[in-house]
């Protein structure tokens, strides 16, 4: 009976020991989680999470601007390549934080958090379109070749039909008169042709650069039909002259071919459009975003400290 007393009495003992013990514990562990000093270390670990991500995606911002404004390859890929590692910490720093908030971040900050990645997740999307246009540069290739080689050609042309007007412009015969008429209708046509190419460069419009080479595809042809013309007159068989005006022509139809269709893919132009308008909306929707969330984090309430009193990170 002793025995059996005893052990009762143990048990009682050990229970009425172990179970305040237990809540001792647990209160611990809760004040521990509440500690002023731990919340505050924890605040600021957000906040500078927040604020990182912020300058990150603004440096991701001006580089994607700088790879579409470079006017070589080489200064486009190393800005894309500057904008891709930005991207790369704000991802960084979404993930480190949504880690952080989902222990005990508000349900308001969660949800902002989370409008934030559905915006970053269409910023990416337009950044990775926009900067595979921005390097290839083929509006800036066009303009180099119209301005360049193209330009070249059609002034050695126009002065190799100059020379041959030249050479007949002291008789009033009727072949000459037609030499006349005939050079100076290639000159004008060649010259008209060289001035459609930047606007068509520049036009974003596909139905306006429909429109512009239809006029080339006419200037074209009169140029062709007045060579011709000229290399029938008996007077202007085996010119030197004309001989080369051809040939210069010749070589500016394969540059017109080329700058056509560089100007087609419209790569700069499109980049600009795109950077301009969806990457600036969604941009400022994520830096909305990420401003309302270091607000709410701010707000929250330590132990200890003044409600909305500022954490500073550093």
């Known amino acids: 009976m002793t025995l ?3 052990r009762a009495m143990f048990l009682g003992l050990a229970v ?16 521990g989680k509440q500690d002023p000093a731990a919340q505050l270390v924890l605040k600021a670990k957000r906040v500078e999470l927040v604020e990182r991500m912020r300058v990150a995606l603004a440096s991701a911002s001006e580089a994607e601007k700088s790879a579409v404004m470079a006017i070589t390859d080489e200064d486009s890929l190393a800005y894309a390549s500057q904008a891709s590692a930005a991207t790369a910490t704000v991802e960084q720093g979404r993930r480190e934080l949504e ?5 005990g971040g508000t349900q308001k900050e969660k949800e902002t958090l989370a409008q934030f990645s559905r915006a970053f997740l269409d910023f990416q999307r337009i950044d990775k379109e926009l900067l595979i ?3 290839r540069n083929t509006n800036i290739k066009a303009y180099s070749l119209a301005f360049g080689p193209a330009a070249a050609t059609i002034k050695e042309m126009d002065g190799s039909l100059a020379r041959v007007v030249a050479a007949h412009g002291n ?6 008169l037609k030499v006349m008429r005939l050079t100076d209708g290639a000159r004008l046509a060649a010259l008209r042709l060289l001035a459609l190419l930047p606007p068509h460069i520049a036009e974003e419009s596909d139905q306006k650069m429909d429109e512009m080479e239809a006029v080339m595809t006419k200037e074209d042809q009169m140029v062709r039909q007045n060579l011709e013309s000229l290399a029938a007159i008996p007077g202007l068989s085996g010119n030197a002259d004309l001989t080369t005006a051809a040939a210069r022509y010749a070589q500016f139809a394969e540059l017109r071919a080329q700058i056509l269709k560089l100007s087609r893919e419209n790569t700069n132009v499109r980049s600009l459009t795109i950077s301009l308008s969806q990457k600036r909306k969604v941009m400022l929707i994520c830096q909305d975003a990420l401003a309302g969330l270091e607000q709410l984090i701010q707000e929250e309430p330590v132990a200890g400290l003044p409600q909305h009193a500022p954490v500073s990170p550093r």
Not at 19 to 26: D, N, R, T
Not at 99 to 103: F, R
Not at 171 to 176: G, N
């Open 171 to 176: 008789s009033t015969s009727a072949d000459d």
């Open 133 to 135: 246009l921005a390097v």
């Open 4 to 6: 059996k007393f005893d």
């Open 99 to 103: 880690s952080l908030l989902e222990p």
């Open 16 to 31: 009425g020991t172990v179970v305040p013990l237990a809540v001792i514990l647990a209160i611990l562990h809760f004040r």
